[in-house]
T-cell receptor, first 114, second 115 residues
Framework: DSGVTQTPKHLITATGQRVTLRCSPR?????VYWYQQSLDQGLQFLIQYYNGEERAKGNILERFSAQQFPDLHSELNLSSLELGDSALYFC?????????????FGNGTRLTVT | AQSVTQLDSQVPVFEEAPVELRCNYSSSVSVYLFWYVQYPNQGLQLLLK??????LVKGINGFEAEFNKSQTSFHLRKPSVHISDTAEYFC?????????????FGKGTKLSVIP
């Protein structure tokens, strides 16, 4: 158990809808990262937050947004969903921004857009 | 920008045989290197990492990897695999000095251990 909790585990929704994925990092971890895993693109970095502030952006679509709250949990909001957004979304956390602190991954949220 | 190429998408190997999973990277700057493992229906777990120092890195579950700067490779090896090693393995790089932990992942190699 990595200590990173993601909810829900599965999500099925229709095109055009909006969903929110939630992540609770490991106790004491200040950084939260979101990754998307799909068959064609592989694992893609979306966005990183550190202690409530956005630190880095990757291949995140404008239809997607995220935030990290004062209690350090994070939410990834996906709107105007398209079939191609179907993927496994992972949250990861680490103590800080240094590479000596390992990245711990949750078990992911599987999103299916129909 | 960095990129990672995992040369084999699938590797079948018999139990107790040795295995090597290949990873090559491309980067114009120095990088940190990682191997992660993903078991079915689970998140990724860190196997080992190379930050600096000795180019031979030992990780969990008997795995090791060797950083070869001239060949820009970071191949993962295990001398004797077990059924429980069946999983997908991801090589990843991160740019040194970036100040954050943005990993660029390879497409993954599925290791199937045959009894």
């Amino acid at each position: 158990d990595s200590g990173v909790t993601q909810t829900p585990k599965h999500l099925i929704t229709a095109t055009g809808q909006r969903v929110t994925l939630r992540c609770s990092p490991r106790s004491g971890d200040l950084s939260v990262y979101w990754y998307q895993q799909s068959l064609d693109q592989g694992l893609q970095f979306l966005i990183q937050y550190y202690n409530g502030e956005e630190r880095a952006k990757g291949n995140i679509l404008e239809r997607f947004s995220a935030q990290q709250f004062p209690d350090l949990h994070s939410e990834l909001n996906l709107s105007s969903l398209e079939l191609g957004d179907s993927a496994l979304y992972f949250c990861a956390s680490s103590v800080g921004r240094l590479y000596n602190s390992p990245l711990h991954f949750g078990n992911g949220t599987r999103l299916t857009v129909t | 920008a960095q990129s990672v190429t995992q040369l084999d998408s699938q590797v079948p190997v018999f139990e107790e045989a040795p295995v090597e999973l290949r990873c090559n990277y491309s980067s114009s700057v120095s990088v940190y290197l990682f191997w992660y493992v993903q078991y079915p229906n689970q998140g990724l777990q860190l196997l080992l990492k190379y930050l600096s120092g000795s180019t031979l890195v030992k990780g969990i579950n008997g795995f090791e990897a060797e950083f070869n700067k001239s060949q820009t490779s970071f191949h993962l090896r295990k001398p004797s695999v077990h059924i429980s090693d069946t999983a997908e393995y991801f090589c990843a790089v991160a740019r040194q000095g970036a100040g954050s932990y943005q990993l660029t992942f390879g497409k993954g190699t599925k290791l199937s251990v045959i009894p």
